[in-house]
């Protein structure tokens, strides 16, 4: 019913620049919160930034003045612009929104399949 799907992600040299975008689709009433998550290998999964449906915005302080999350809430899209790319940001990102199907509906969490990204020393 509803998808999420991400783009963006590849390959750079370190202190590179990639950008990432998730555009939802599908017979969505209402979004709330949106984040980008990553997972390296044998690591856990974290979240990277969240942004709500006000525009606030949280990050990881790994990524605290490095990344920046934005939103455009008529494309139903999320981004996340990544600068200055370090070894250790190579992971899988994850994008996640809060949807409900109707007004009635609770939200739920809703994943995209992930997009690799990485980062060469």
């Known amino acids: 019913q509803v998808q999420l799907l991400e783009s963006g992600g590849g390959l750079v040299q370190a202190g590179g620049s990639l950008r990432l975008s998730c555009a939802a689709s599908?017979?969505?009433?209402?979004?709330?919160?949106m984040g980008w998550y990553r997972q390296a290998p044998g690591k856990q999964r974290e979240l990277v930034a969240v942004?709500?449906?006000?525009?606030?915005?949280n990050y990881a302080d790994s990524v605290k003045g490095r990344f920046t999350i934005s939103r455009d809430n008529a494309k139903n899209t999320v981004y996340l612009q990544m600068n200055s790319l370090k070894p250790e940001d190579a992971a899988v990102y994850y994008c996640?929104?809060?949807?409900?199907?109707?007004?009635?509906?609770?939200?739920?969490?809703?994943w995209g399949q992930g997009t690799q990204v990485t980062v060469s020393s």
């Open positions: 996640k929104a809060l949807v409900r199907l109707d007004y009635s509906g609770s939200y739920y969490p809703s």
């Open positions: 599908g017979r969505i009433f209402g979004i709330n919160a």
């Open positions: 942004i709500t449906s006000g525009g606030s915005t």
